[in-house]
Nanobody, 121 residues
Framework: QVQLVESGGGLVQTGGSLRLSCVAP????????MGWFRQAPGKEREFVAR????????YYSDSVKGRFTTSRDNAKNTVYLQMNSLKPEDTAIYYC??????????????WGQGTQVTVSS
């Protein structure tokens, strides 16, 4: 069982920023694409962002494009999600994930435990 450990969630006001971190085992980190999903109360889990192993190829959902940035630090086996200009609709549990990209879609094989992000009005 692969453990992805997330941190960095919290409570912020509208317009604020947070940076989420996700640490994965080296073997997992260097073998899979990494990405982020989120799930708001009463809603389905949705894709947020992903990056290739090199970090040179990234993709974002339309709802966060221009506000969120994902990056990788391969030396630390860590992926980040920098969230700026946060909105109340960004409130959700955020999950990091590792998986393969199939038909240009990240298919998670492993998940983090989730971290709560709450944006107040």
């Amino acid at each position: 069982q692969v453990q992805l450990v997330e941190s960095g969630g919290g409570l912020v006001q509208t317009g604020g920023s947070l940076r989420l971190s996700c640490v994965a085992p080296e073997r997992t980190f260097r073998s899979y694409a990494m990405g982020w999903f989120r799930q708001a109360p009463g809603k389905e889990r949705e894709f947020v962002a992903r990056s290739s192993w090199s970090g040179g190829s990234t993709y974002y959902s339309d709802s966060v494009k221009g506000r969120f940035t994902t990056s990788r630090d391969n030396a630390k086996n860590t992926v980040y999600l920098q969230m700026n200009s946060l909105k109340p609709e960004d409130t959700a549990i955020y999950y990091c994930a590792a998986g393969a990209i199939s038909r240009n879609v990240l298919r998670p094989n492993y998940w983090g435990q989730g971290t709560q992000v709450t944006v107040s009005s």
